[in-house]
Structures are given as structure tokens and as C-alpha cells.
T-cell receptor
Framework: EAQVTQNPRYLITVTGKKLTVTCSQN?????MSWYRQDPGLGLRQIYY???????DKGDVPEGYKVSRKEKRNFPLILESPSPNQTSLYFC???????????FGPGTRLTVL | KNQVEQSPQSLIILEGKNCTLQ??????????LRWYKQDTGRGPVSLTI?????NTKSNGRYTATLDADTKQSSLHITASQLSDSASYIC???????????FGTGTRLQVTL
């Protein structure tokens, strides 16, 4: 089944404890992207990747890192999480940036 | 600043009725405009994507229109069903479409 998977789906952590949210797609998509969704603000793009080893900042990249070492995986790294990074995170992929994006199920992160 | 504004914020309609959701944007340069449906707690699902040269596109009971001159789009839902209850998000891609600007969505509730 063609899909985008994210792990973990739920995470509660404490300030400053490094964490990684994984994202994987099995559709051989070149384009991948991370978003956060907060009430009243909608979805905002964190980082995106046009292809392997090519990443760029979205609208809200501060406090996040990403890597794209292989086409199927695009992990989101929070080196030192803070409470303002408490949010619902979505990973998405597409054949390219112009076409339909397929979203993962989301990761709900709480930073205490 | 690139912005996407949607109206109304929320809407309640009776099953079987039609409705129209609005989207105004100020994104420049413009690449494409997308409508997504997001069920509560789940990732968005693509409904339509339109480029500058397209002024209407349908997906079943969903019909999107685009007026690139006035920078307005609408999503018309025909013969609504209970399963249409969701948030509908307007998304505009700028330039290479790699950077997306999201509206905050219209929350639609379809009732008996």
C-alpha cells in the first residue's frame, strides 16, 4: 500500500531532550516536506527537500533540523526541544513540488 | 507577505445541501492552488490542484474554481454528505511551488 508513515505517533518529552521524528514513504517520491499545525495558525512548512541531499528552509525552521540521505526517509530532528514546539507534525511527499502531496498520519508532540 | 485567507471560518449545513467555500490569496509569484480535506486528527488529503491557466477543476462532488486575476478561489460541494464534515484547507504554491502557504481552513459540519 502506498503510504507515508511517521513514528512515533505520540510523544511526550521534556525540554532539552533531543528527539527525532521519522518519516518514510514507499512511493519513490522526490519531494518531501515537514509541517506543523497549531490551532488558529493552520499548517506551516518547516523544511522541505526536493531530492536526496537537497533540503531547504520553509517558513518556520528555527529549532529544527532535517536530513535526506536516502530518497524514502526524511527525519525531523529537534536538538533541544522547547515547550513552544508542542504541536501536531505532518510529513508529506510528492513526485515533485508541483504535484499532489500525500500526508502522513501526524505526530502529536508535547514538550514539558 | 504571502497570505491565504479563507471564509467562512466555520459552516453548518444540512445533508443534501450545497455549499461554497472561499479562498483569497496574496502569494506572489503564483504557481498553483490546492484544496485539501482534513478529517479531525488525520493528515490532509488532496482534492484538487489548479495552475494559473486552469479556472475550474472537479473531483466528484467537489468543484474548485480559480480566478488568477482577482486572486480568488472557491470550492463548491454538491449534495453534501455527513462524511463531508471536515476542515477544508486552501494552499497556494509560490514560485517553484516548493514553498506552500496554507490558509487556516474552513470547518464544515454536515448535519441531518
Amino acid at each position: 500500500e502506498a503510504q507515508v508513515t511517521q513514528n512515533p505517533r505520540y510523544l511526550i518529552t521534556v525540554t532539552g531532550k533531543k528527539l527525532t521524528v521519522t518519516c518514510s514513504q514507499n512511493m519513490n517520491h522526490e519531494y518531501m516536506s515537514w509541517y506543523r499545525q497549531d490551532p488558529g495558525l493552520g499548517l506551516r512548512q518547516i523544511y522541505y527537500s526536493m531530492n536526496v541531499e537537497v533540503t531547504d528552509k520553509g517558513d518556520v525552521p528555527e529549532g529544527y533540523k532535517v536530513s535526506r540521505k536516502e530518497k524514502r526517509n526524511f527525519p525531523l530532528i529537534l536538538e533541544s526541544p522547547s515547550p513552544n514546539q508542542t504541536s501536531l507534525y505532518f510529513c508529506a511527499s510528492g513526485t515533485n513540488s508541483y504535484n499532489e502531496q500525500f500526508f502522513g498520519p501526524g505526530t502529536r508532540l508535547t514538550v514539558l | 507577505k504571502n497570505q491565504v485567507e479563507q471564509s467562512p471560518q466555520s459552516l453548518i449545513i444540512l445533508e443534501g445541501k450545497n455549499c461554497t467555500l472561499q479562498c483569497n490569496y496574496t502569494v506572489s509569484p503564483f504557481s498553483n492552488l490546492r484544496w485539501y480535506k482534513q478529517d479531525t486528527g488525520r493528515g490532509p488529503v488532496s482534492l484538487t490542484i489548479m495552475t494559473f491557466s486552469e479556472n475550474t477543476k472537479s473531483n466528484g462532488r467537489y468543484t474548485a474554481t480559480l480566478d488568477a486575476d482577482t486572486k480568488q478561489s472557491s470550492l463548491h460541494i454538491t449534495a453534501s454528505q455527513l462524511s463531508d464534515s471536515a476542515s477544508y484547507i486552501c494552499v497556494v504554491g509560490g514560485g517553484t511551488a516548493s514553498k506552500l502557504t496554507f490558509g487556516t481552513g474552513t470547518r464544515l459540519q454536515v448535519t441531518l
